[in-house]
Structures are given as C-alpha cells and as structure tokens.
Nanobody, 117 residues
Framework: QVQLVESGGGLVQAGGSLRLSCAAS????????MGWYRQAPGKQRELVAT???????NYADSVKGRFTISRDNAKNTLYLQMHTLKPEDTAVYYC???????????WGQGTQVTVSS
C-alpha cells in the first residue's frame, strides 16, 4: 500500500502562483509513474501532468508552459508548480501513483485550488 498526501492548495488571484506537494508514504518514484489530475465541479477528472520513473514528463495542453511537475526522490515528494493561474484552473487536484505492470494505482485525497478573477 501507498499513501499519498497532498498539500499546498488554496485561494489565489488570477495570474498568481501556487505549488502543490504530494508526500508518498514510501519510496516509489523509481517504479511508479506519478501524476497530477484535477476535477472541477460538474466535470470529469482530467490529467494535468505526469512524470515517469525515468523522468519523462507530459502535460495537458491547457497547462503547458504554466505548470511544472517535478519530484524530490530523497523526500518522496511530488510537486506541481503552477504559474499564471486562471479561473479555469479551479479544481480539486489529486496526486496519483500508477504502476501498470503490477496493476497498482493509488490516489491522494485531493487539495482544493481556487483561482479568483
């Protein structure tokens, strides 16, 4: 089992920045693809960004150039640095860990990000 705990959400004005963190209960980054997803009210959960065990990153088109996913292996912590936030970025952001070959997947509890116009 892996526990994922997000933090760093909050209320920010449009154009502002936030950094989300996701602390994993044990060292998994060498084996799991880590990701950030978000879910806005009335909408489906969507991919924001992922980082593979090898360090390759992928971003949704809507956040490219504004968000950066990274990780600190020593701290077992995943980050999402968000700049130039827009009201449409308002959502609950979830941390995800996935290891397809072992059919293993874990989710955090989510952290709310609200961007005011």
């Amino acid at each position: 089992q892996v526990q994922l705990v997000e933090s760093g959400g909050g209320l920010v004005q449009a154009g502002g920045s936030l950094r989300l963190s996701c602390a994993a209960s044990r060292s998994i980054f060498s084996y799991y693809t880590m990701g950030w997803y978000r879910q806005a009210p009335g909408k489906q959960r969507e991919l924001v960004a992922t980082i593979t065990s090898g360090g390759s990153t992928n971003y949704a088109d809507s956040v490219k150039g504004r968000f950066t996913i990274s990780r600190d292996n020593a701290k077992n912590t995943l980050y999402l640095q968000m700049h130039t936030l827009k009201p449409e970025d308002t959502a609950v952001y979830y941390c995800n860990a996935r290891r397809i070959a072992y059919n293993a997947e874990y989710w955090g509890q989510g952290t709310q990000v609200t961007v005011s116009s």
